[in-house]
């Protein structure tokens, strides 16, 4: 693989607690997507994903800050980027749409001003003409009667539609990269579905490379090449889509699966991982995952696994594995 | 949006019927009339001068029920004469309360409306400009100096006011009113000058935090991640959305001016609205101070009516949904 | 009821209702908590506050000394027992001065009033420290009429909803609209003069905002699931409202009630302006002002003191009701004041 599109190394993100300590929610994370590929970053909610994706495109909410770490666009390193810099890439080189397509949208602007702010923000065309391309982009998205759709306020739209209009805005100034964090959580069942072909059909058209932030493995199944796996704050197991799914290594991405209806064979019982991710300020010293998992030995509590390569190009963070495996 | 808007208008007209009432019951149930004859014209007043005036100012019908004719009493005399603006005469001076209204709106509004054309914008800006400084110590330092100022008691801004820069540096004159044009400014500008003072802190702190809870939305982290700048943000985004919860409180600012010139008026001598006020207060006259608190509660009431007209303008959610 | 009875009654009432709230919140980790980290973001607010409290409790507890065939003795507060029993001058006299502002007369204790004393000769700081109780009275008392009134009446409109929302919100919706200030003085006008009557005109026009907060919390709180769930199990709506609504309530109460307790004392000066309000307030000593800055040389410090004594008091509350705020609701209350 040539240099990746996008390239983050040893990303760290990190909030303040008490006593002025910085508590890091993104811990030394290493991620690389190509070009035209699709990345899934999987795991449960308070891991670390969005924070993850928001460290990317620099929207860290204050007083989060990054204290560490490259993340670096077409060889070109973000971080430090001066603020004008850095609003030239939001956008059109990167774009981001979020989980919540009800409040993600200004009230008080129509569709189609929102769509067409995106497209003026990064290029000199005329009002017509990019009135014209919204149009066209809300064709793309599928949102049936584009003239209609483009005057109308958010309100007056569908959850679906709502988050087809966020698409359009994301693809407007064509960005290389597309951030998706949770694109499909707030929608119904039966909308989630289109809404992810319609991203996969859409990457697949334009070429663009999508990171798909998402605790849900059936939407990695139908999106995604490879898999990132993160547990409080750190990748633990990363691969391509066929290995990480069909032959997990970390006792995690395991129990993850386990616990997936739509993955789980006839007949088994649906199995769930005890306990909930731990807060930041309660990581233990040894491995993040020791208190809740079932193959735990007594390495775990002492030692933070290191990253172990695996046949395949996988990787994974395991004593466990590690032990087992030939390296 | 039609059924909406008559429906707030009626809701209106029946607050402005229960303002009506509460007035009725305060005054004319509560107070009795011979209380308030005896306030008028002293504890002295010969029974046959008690009677005479009871019977020149309305106060000899039955309250309510007037079992000979049902529309003459107290109650139905009120509502009448408050609905048709029919003020009838002062308590203290049988001067008609119409007329000193009409004498008195002019110089009120001398002052109130340059305090809020002046005041709004001021705050709205100043408001802006800490917000889109958050978590710097312009911030910080607005944020405290806002505390300080709404800490101050509005005298002390008068008190202070007048001595500072009437007195001792004696920038304007200390009281007193003109209506000629060449002379006025000279005689509004301190009233006007405390009462931005006065008013300024809790409204750019109010603003501040509706521009900063606007600023925390989903939209416009959307916006940035479009790749909007900060200032675009702020004025495309935060500040549209803004003004609907801004709208509000500028409209209850309306007769809060209304009242709050009650101390710039009598303390620097402007006959408005507000001196009319102090007079009556001070000369027990409960049928201008009954007017003036209806007065008050109606151009609340018209200000609340309008907001919603303004929302329907504003909100495409409120237009449209 | 003689003065000084109602005053202690008062006083015992404050302490007692403190000292009840005490015992309960000590019982609680999330008031103990978020009460220690208050105290933690506003030291000296907090202090401050509780010295003003201090000294108007020192004068609220009054007696009169036994002097058999003496009937015209006035009750003295502790605090007045802190001054001598005769502090009083003829007249104005400057801070420290050792002699009459005007004219130059001998005083009767020279260089011993440290704020000099008014046009009756009282002693500034005597009176400005006198003016906490005053406050303490305005914000007390005026919060025991309201609070409870508001509270029962937010409650049952939120939680039973239909006509009795409506009327309630009706009513709300009609106070609101008259301007406070004039509001104000027509009950007091009416009602007349006097702190118990100043501050029931108080509560009529401040029992509004309690009301507000109170039945916006509880429409919220209707539709919870724990109450939905309680509802389910067949839990009486008096106790869920009891144990479950009531408590959840009680923050926002609490923030609404320091915020509003500002609003109060400032509203209380204006009254004194107008010529309505209590005796023995800050405000009546402004309003005496009005006329000490027009003489020459003026007279500064009767206004200093008592501006300084209400800012100080105000900028307290202020402080430490923002911290409140932000401690315990950072989301449902604006910053409206």
Sequence with gaps: MSEALLHVEGLLTSFPGARGARLPVVDRVDLAVARGEALALVGESGCGKSMTALSIVGLVPKPGRIDAGSIRMRGRELRGLPVTAMRR?????????????????????????????AITLHERVARGEARRRALALFEQVGIPDPPVRFGAYPHQLSGGLKQRVMIAIALAARPQLLIADEPTTALDVTIQAQILELLAGLARETGTAILLITHDLGVVNQLADRVAVMYAGRIVEEGTRA????????????????????????????????????????????????????IALAVCRAREPERTRLDGGAAVRCHAVAGESPQ | MLGYLLRRTAWGAATVLGVLLFLFALFFLYATPQDVARRALGEKAPPEAIAQWLVNHGYDKPAVWNPADPLDTRLA??????????????????????????????????????????????????????????????????????????????????LGGQYLLGKLLRWFPISGFDPAPSVLLRFVALPVLVGLLAGVGANVRFYRAVFLEESGRDYVRTARAKGAGDARVMARHVLPNALIPVLTNVV?????????????????????????????????????????VYLGALLFIAGQVLTDVAYTLVDPRVRLG | MEGHVLG???????????????????????????LGEIARRRPIATVVVALYLGVALLDSVAWRDAQPGEASVEARSLLDRAFPADFRERSYSAPLAAVEFYGGAALAHPGRHLLGTDILGRDVLHLALGGARVALLIGGLTSLIAI??????????????????????????????????????????????????VCLA????????????????????????????????????????????????????????????????????????LGVGIDGSWGQMIDQARDELARDPIIAWNLGAASAALFGLILAVNLVGDALRDVLDPHTLRERT
């Design chain 3, 8 to 34: 202690n009654a008062f006083a015992a009432a404050i302490v007692l209702l403190a000292a009840l709230a005490a015992w309960r919140l000590r019982a609680s980790a999330f008031w103990r908590e978020r």
């Design chain 3, 148 to 197: 409870p009134l508001a509270i029962a009446l937010g409650l049952a409109a939120g939680y039973l909803g239909g006509r009795t929302d409506d009327l309630v919100f009706f009513l709300l919706s009609t106070l609101a609209s008259m301007p406070s200030i004039l509001l104000l003085v027509a009950l007091i006008m009416v009602i007349g003069r006097g702190p118990v009557q």
């Design chain 1, 89 to 117: 890439v939001r956008g059109a080189e990167i774009a981001m749409i979020f989980q919540e397509p009800a409040t993600s949208l200004n009230p008080v602007q129509t569709a189609g001003a929102q769509v067409v702010e």
């Design chain 2, 252 to 292: 209850v600012e309306i007769p809060f001016l209304f009242t709050g010139s009650i101390l710039l008026e009598s303390f620097f001598g402007i006959p408005g609205l507000g001196s009319i006020t102090v007079d009556a207060i001070q000369s027990n006259d409960f049928a201008t101070l009954r007017v003036m």
């Design chain 1, 243 to 294: 290995a990480v799914l069909a032959a997990p290594h970390h006792p995690y991405t395991h129990g993850l699966l386990r616990s997936m209806p739509s993955l789980a064979q006839p007949g088994e019982r649906l199995a769930e991982i005890p306990g909930v991710v731990p807060a930041p300020d309660a990581w233990p010293p040894g491995c993040r995952f020791e208190g809740r998992c079932a």
């Design chain 2, 77 to 158: 005399e009120h509502l009448r004469r408050m609905l048709l603006f029919d003020f009838g005469r002062s308590d203290a001076d049988d001067v008609p309360i119409a007329q000193r209204l009409r004498d008195g709106v002019g110089p009120s509004l001398s002052v109130t409306l340059p305090l809020f054309t002046l005041g709004l914008p001021l705050a709205l800006s100043l408001a802006l400009l800490v917000a889109f400084f958050r978590e710097t110590y312009i911030d910080r330092v607005g944020v405290v100096l806002c505390v300080l100022a709404m800490s101050v008691s509005v005298l002390v801004y008068i």
């Design chain 3, 202 to 273: 108080l509560a009529v026009t401040s029992w509004v905002n309690f009301c507000r907060v109170v039945r916006g919390e509880t429409l919220k709180l209707r539709e919870l699931d724990y109450v939905s769930a309680a509802r389910a199990l067949g839990v009486s709506e008096l106790r869920i409202v009891w144990r479950h609504v009531l408590p959840n309530l009680s923050h926002l109460v609490v923030i609404t009630f320091v915020l509003t307790f500002s609003q109060l004392v400032l509203s209380e000066a204006i009254l004194s302006w």
